[in-house]
Every structure is written in structure tokens, then in C-alpha cells.
């Protein structure tokens, strides 16, 4: 029965986290800096509603307010969608997806390394059994000892870069194809298609909230350091977001527009 009463509740939080998802770790109080939090407010009751409110509990918090959740992800799908070049997309995603040449290319220079690396290291192994097996000192073997392990060492080293470009490329193939899959209506918005336009959601009480857009070049260390440019800074759009109760102000910042190119 206990264990019953656990498993409810595990899903009963899946099911919240999964709700919460495409925003997920995004949202921010203004005044106190926390997370915010997803809860369903009068749940089972005709005016029931999703929002999302300041994690700070202990009354710390001068906004002290919340903001509609349905709204507020309403607002991010509007930017995700008015910042995709649709054509642009499914030709990338296409190509990509499609470039197994490219792919194989990788595949293959891994491979070819992984084979140097082998080799070497079975040298490596045979200049050890001579060594012991000739009664020669190991002075004797250092040039070529040394000489193989830098050889394996910069092997290494190359294959590391290999594996790197490899995952880079395959990650942006595997974001490019679901962008395309959610403009096209066939998979949900998620946490990972919004963080590639969406850089920061802040709550600033007032039913108002800015979002910093993402412009592939902001760090969280640099908004953490200008955190007040950010926050001051003229937006370079506004609206309002109508639902049938309720409504939401959103201000829109390009960081380029905040601290200029960099």
C-alpha cells in the first residue's frame, strides 16, 4: 500500500515536471533571483489554473506574485516560431540529416586513428618484451619508448577533436531535425528547441515578464555580470498576451541591442 501511495506520487511529479518541461530551469524572479516554480493552483476546482510563482517561501520576496503559466509558454511559441527561418530550417535539417558522407567521414577518421593508437600501443608492448627479454637496460629503449608514447599522445589528442566535431555536428543535426518536426506540428515544444532561442524568462512582477533571447553567444556569467544592463535596457519589442481571464506583458531583449556585437 505504501509503496502503492509512492509510485502515485512519483508520477503525479513526472507528470508535473513534464507540464513544466519546455520551460523548465528558464524562469526567473526578478527581485530574488530564484527559480520559479510550476504549481496548479485551485486544482480540481472549475476556476483551476497553471502558474508559475516565485520559489521563496519564506515571504522574502517584495513581488510576491505570480504569473500564468498557459500564457506565459504561449508567448515563448510565438518567439520560437517568429525567430525560425522555416525554409532555412528544413533545408538544414535535410541536408544534414541526409550528409551521411559527412558523418561517415567522421566515423572513418575515428577509426583510422583508433588503429594508429592500437598499433603504437602494441609496439609499445613488443619494445617492453625486448627490452626484458634482451637483458639490454632500459636506457637502451628510451628514444623509442618516448618516441611511440608522444606519437600515442598526439593521437589521442586528434581523436578527441574527432569525437568532438563528430557529437557537434550530430547534436546540431539531431536540434536542426526537431525545430523543423515542431514548425511542421508534428512533435510538442521542448525544453532543448526553446533554450536555442530563449536565453532567460523574467518574472517582474505585474503580470509583466522579459525574455532575454538567446543569440548563441550569451553566458550565464555574462548576464550574472550585467544582470542590471539586462534588466533596464530598453526592450526592442513588447506586447500583450490575452487569455480569457487573464493576460500577460512581455518585453523582448536581443542581447546585441543591450551590450552591442561582440
Not at 527581485?31 to 476546482?45: E, F, L, P, Q, V
Request: charged fraction near 35%.
Amino acid at each position: 500500500y505504501v509503496q502503492s501511495i509512492r509510485s502515485t506520487l512519483k508520477d503525479k511529479g513526472r507528470e508535473r515536471f513534464r507540464s513544466f518541461g519546455p520551460l523548465s530551469g528558464l524562469v526567473f524572479c526578478e527581485c530574488c533571483g530564484r527559480n520559479m516554480r510550476y504549481i496548479t493552483a485551485h486544482r480540481g476546482k472549475p476556476w483551476e489554473k497553471r502558474i508559475l510563482t516565485c520559489k521563496n517561501e519564506k515571504g522574502e520576496c517584495s513581488i510576491n506574485s505570480s504569473i500564468p503559466y498557459d500564457l506565459v509558454l504561449k508567448v515563448i511559441e510565438n518567439i520560437v516560431k517568429s525567430k525560425v527561418d522555416v525554409e532555412s530550417i528544413k533545408a538544414n535539417a535535410k541536408d544534414t540529416l541526409l550528409s551521411k558522407k559527412r558523418i561517415d567521414a567522421y566515423i572513418e577518421k575515428r577509426k583510422k586513428v583508433i588503429d594508429l593508437i592500437t598499433e603504437n600501443e602494441e609496439k609499445l608492448k613488443s619494445l617492453i618484451k625486448e627490452q626484458f627479454s634482451s637483458g639490454r637496460t632500459i636506457a637502451d629503449f628510451n628514444d623509442d619508448y618516448q618516441r611511440i608514447s608522444d606519437e600515442i599522445k598526439e593521437l589521442r589528442t586528434q581523436l578527441e577533436e574527432i569525437e568532438r566535431r563528430e557529437y557537434e555536428f550530430r547534436d546540431k543535426a539531431t536540434l536542426e531535425a526537431r525545430v523543423s518536426d515542431y514548425i511542421e506540428g508534428t512533435i510538442p515544444l521542448t525544453n532543448e528547441i526553446v533554450k536555442k532561442f530563449v536565453f532567460r524568462i523574467v518574472s517582474r512582477g505585474g503580470k509583466t515578464i522579459r525574455v532575454i533571447l538567446n543569440d548563441g553567444k550569451i553566458t550565464e556569467r555574462y548576464f550574472n555580470e550585467n544582470s542590471q544592463t539586462f534588466m533596464e535596457g530598453e526592450p526592442s519589442e513588447m506586447g500583450v498576451e490575452k487569455g480569457d481571464k487573464d493576460f500577460i506583458i512581455y518585453e523582448m531583449v536581443k542581447p546585441e541591442d543591450i551590450y552591442g556585437r561582440y
